[in-house]
Nanobody, 115 residues
Framework: VQLQASGGGLVQAGGSLRLSCTAS????????MGWYRQVPGKQRELVAT???????RYAESVKGRFSISRDNAKNTVYLQMNSLKPEDTAVYYC??????????WGKGTLVTVSS
């Protein structure tokens, strides 16, 4: 499974960005897809995940501001980020879990929120 993410960039506080991640390869085996983020010196943390059936999970820090969605036909997961804060600045990574228990990561996309 290969994951290609896009949509990062620079935005002012209060603004919005939409991240996209498209999977290719053995996409039939993907179960959960999600987004994680990491800042230098800190561990990678969960932002949001979504199952193939549409069940979502969010970090407390993004609830009510971020929305994850998934188009199974396009093998694509989206992260709509609204009301962005400077503390949302991070490298965002797309993730996919597969049926046999493996996990795959895309290259990160940088999101910078200026105050």
């Amino acid at each position: 499974v290969q994951l290609q993410a896009s949509g990062g960039g620079l935005v002012q506080a209060g603004g919005s960005l939409r991240l996209s991640c498209t999977a290719s390869g053995s996409t039939f085996s993907i179960t959960v897809m999600g987004w994680y983020r990491q800042v230098p010196g800190k561990q990678r943390e969960l932002v949001a995940t979504i199952t193939s059936g549409g069940t979502t999970r969010y970090a407390e820090s993004v609830k009510g501001r971020f929305s994850i969605s998934r188009d199974n036909a396009k093998n694509t997961v989206y992260l709509q980020m609204n009301s962005l804060k400077p503390e949302d600045t991070a490298v965002y990574y797309c993730n996919a879990d597969i049926l046999l228990g493996g996990t795959y990561w895309g290259k990160g996309t940088l999101v910078t929120v200026s105050s």
